[in-house]
């Protein structure tokens, strides 16, 4: 199989050309798909088509997936697979749109998923768009005084089912000590260094930051807030429009992502989604 590696935008993200994700990718194929993906990113391949099953063990080709936590979200039959979709409802009827803000994938667990794989099933005509921010160009970009703030800093990550930017009541509800937090929740530092490329990215997830250890709850939002306007600058994003086929897998230790709700939402949005194993953020 020949493919080339198309980059998509200055920022992040790739399209890879030419391969058949229902085929056996040989090492040597499996080896460049894996360098274009820690260096771009985000990587698209288009004109797929593919059963849960067949997504499953195209994922196989790239990590090892892992099971998601909601298991009322999964594939029936499949359950390595989960789904996103937009004709899921809030208690009150209303649709329960996910993944609006910003954010890294499952930041609350001690070993977040390393990558997130969707595939678009069912897609609005247009719109519905995914957003990434390259996180390590955020990083080699921050002025140095922030920079410097941020060495050796690390964030509480809390678990909640709301995927709504934490609010100030929330994030103030109880003041507990560092040492109760890090008992109760899970701390990442804040400057991680990639496992493969050994280069940096700011690791944020503002869904699920508490606040930093050693600051108060109000230090920590405006200084949250800094970083994610930093980071989420237009140099530094990558605007994903989705065809039929396409397959999407994004590096969660070096990227954010967030949903664009930009269509009518009558019509229906479908992803099948797949989590790979990663390793504790260092
Ligand atoms: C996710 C997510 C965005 C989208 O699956 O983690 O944020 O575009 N999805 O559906
Ligand atoms: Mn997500």
Redesign the pocket.
Known sequence: MAFEVCKLSKSLGAEVKGLDLREALNPSIRTKINDAFVENVVLVFRNQNLTAQQFLAAAKQLGQPATQKLSQYKVPGCPMVSY?SNQEKTDAGNPKLL?KAWHT?HSFQPEPPKA?L?YGVKLPKRGGD?WFANMKLAYDTLPNKLKDRIKGLEAIHAYRESREVMSKNERNAEILTDAEERKLNTVHPVIRTHDISGSKSIYLNPLRIKRFIGMSSDESSKLLERLILHSTKDNLVYVHRWQQGDVIIWDNRQAM?R?EHNYDLSEERL?H?IILKGIKPE
């Open positions: 996103v993944g994938d997130t969707l995914t992502h949903v992803m989604r």
